[in-house]
């Protein structure tokens, strides 16, 4: 069986921080920016890995989510507890620092894990948490 990740989906509540961060910081490319009835869903992804992408939509825009169900997913993405991904990067260091001065928050800074991983980890604007590992 052949198999790849094409798309992983993360909520956003703020179309231009998400650019600014996934664009501007960490340098991922737009791929597609779309709106409809006032949200946005913007595909963004690493330049040299084109089949591989992270969209960035309007959470809770499903028209089966209830009131309830927005309320919960808006308290959790408050709390950084909806939404996650993990990136890579041979230069962990330069990547922390990069993220750092750009205002974004840290959750942790570059650390040997006892799971023999090195990884630091932030929040993008809209609380998702952004675990980088350190990859040779």
Request: one cysteine or more.
């Amino acid at each position: 069986m052949d198999i790849t990740i094409h798309y992983t989906f993360l909520p956003q509540n703020d179309p231009e921080a998400a650019l600014a961060f996934y664009r501007d910081t960490l340098g991922f490319e737009v791929r597609n920016d779309v709106g409809y009835e006032g949200m946005r869903w913007i595909t963004v992804g690493p330049e040299k890995q084109p089949g591989t992408s992270i969209v960035l939509h309007p959470p809770a825009a499903d028209p089966g989510v209830t009131e309830d169900e927005r309320r919960t997913i808006a308290e959790m993405m408050a709390k950084g507890t909806y939404g996650a991904v993990t990136l890579a990067t041979p230069d962990l260091d330069g990547a922390f620092a990069r993220l750092e001065s750009s205002g974004a928050e840290v959750v942790q800074e570059p650390t040997e894990q006892p799971y023999g991983v090195r990884d630091c980890a932030f929040r993008d604007p809209a609380g998702n948490l952004v675990r980088i590992n350190e990859v040779g």
